[in-house]
């Protein structure tokens, strides 16, 4: 069994900061890619950031410059710095992983269960 568990989500004002933190446990071998998505009220779920294996980043153009995301191979955690927060950015956030449970097999996709980020104006 694998799961994925997202905290760190809240309500904050327009300009403040949030941090989100995502763990991985369960039977684990490796965890390739890892994300972060979100889903906003009547609107479709959109890549928010992710990270691979080794490091590199890619993020929506419309956080780009004001989220980071990170992780923590060891800790089999993943990260997701939100600065200069806008009511836009206002939506359930899901973690994502991609992760090989077994020495000779695939990675499939896990999803953890959301949070939710209010921001005021």
């Known amino acids: 069994q694998v799961q994925l568990v997202e905290s760190g989500g809240g309500l904050v004002q327009a300009g403040g900061s949030l941090r989100l933190s995502c763990g991985a446990s369960g039977s684990i071998f490796s965890i390739n890619a890892m994300g972060w998505y979100r889903r906003a009220p009547g609107k479709q779920r959109e890549l928010v950031a992710t990270i691979t294996s080794g490091g590199t980043t890619r993020y929506a153009d419309s956080v780009k410059d004001r989220f980071t995301i990170s992780r923590d191979n060891a800790k089999n955690m993943v990260y997701l710095q939100m600065n200069s927060l806008k009511p836009e950015d206002t939506a359930v956030y899901y973690c994502?992983?991609?992760?090989?449970?077994?020495?000779?097999?695939?990675?499939?996709?896990?999803w953890g269960q959301g949070t939710q980020v209010t921001v005021s104006s």
């Open positions: 994502n992983a991609d992760i090989r449970t077994l020495r000779y097999g695939t990675s499939y996709p896990y």
